[in-house]
């Protein structure tokens, strides 16, 4: 029996952090009552955040007290994630893919590891045939254009089979000032990139979507179909009460104000 597709929807203005987490427990739940009759969907969200600064779930309070400060008095929300990985950055000129799937659909199910290198390797896709961009093997989660130049991040959570958070591919120039406040995902001597720099010319994160999802539905086999709000019921209203707390949210720092 073929997989159902993925229904993905794409936000236009960047989402505040921690509203942005609701949506994804809320879709969580949904779909964990939903499975018990096999009517729950996939998801893939796909948006920009406003600034902040985000930890991962091994990392505790004790060790952020200080960035915590530091971090939020330069002008960046922090919260602290249920993903794997540390201390990173997510904000406006980049690309933040949230794929919320039942990972049991297949048979065997997928296994986190495999999911996550599927997830990495549609990202290599995706750059190299959309932009001519190559990346070098790492050690290290994520992609990388040279050793010290990562491009993109991914950390996930898995409970029940069912994903949520995900990956970030930097696009503009935008991030890199913010990430430079920090040892991202605790590589000291690792800093950002972005497809802008890799390509030498203005690239925008409403132009890198189209290809993601394509990449997205080639890599994991699966079909996408736009979700449209106003026809999903309680997801869809979900949907459209974060779209509008993000425009009442206003405008963002677009760098970190000096200390």
Not at 34 to 62: C, F, K, M, N, W
Not at 69 to 94: C, K, M, N, W
Not at 231 to 244: D, K, P
């Amino acid at each position: 029996m073929p997989l159902p597709p993925v229904l993905y929807h794409y936000f236009c203005t960047p989402l505040p952090y921690s509203r942005t987490l609701l949506l994804q427990e809320k879709i969580h739940q949904l779909q964990l009552a939903a499975r018990r009759s096999s009517s729950h969907h996939d998801i893939l969200l796909l948006l920009e955040h406003r600034p902040v600064y985000t930890s991962g779930r091994r990392q505790t309070e004790q060790e952020l007290h200080a960035e915590r400060a530091r971090l939020t008095s330069i002008g960046a929300e922090f919260a602290v994630a249920a993903r794997g990985g540390q201390l990173t950055y997510h904000g406006p000129g980049q690309l933040v893919g949230y794929p919320l799937l039942d990972l049991a659909r297949t048979s065997p199910p997928i296994g986190i590891r495999d999911y996550i290198c599927i997830m990495q390797k549609m990202i290599q896709t995706y750059l190299l045939r959309t932009h001519g961009i190559t990346h070098v093997p790492s050690d290290h989660t994520g992609v990388f254009l040279d050793p010290v130049t990562k491009i993109a991040s991914i950390g996930v959570q898995v409970r029940h089979r069912l994903t949520t958070h995900g990956f970030a591919l930097n696009v503009t120039k935008e991030p890199l000032e913010w990430f430079g406040q920090v040892v991202a995902c605790g590589l000291v001597d690792v800093k950002a990139g972005c497809i802008t720099e890799a390509k030498g010319k203005n690239v925008r994160v409403e132009d890198v979507v189209p290809g993601i999802i394509d990449a997205f539905g080639t890599l994991y086999g699966r079909d996408m179909v736009k979700l449209y709000p106003q026809n999903a019921g309680e997801l869809g209203e979900a949907i459209l009460a974060l779209e509008e707390d993000a425009l009442v949210a206003g405008e963002w720092l677009k760098a970190p104000s000096p200390n």
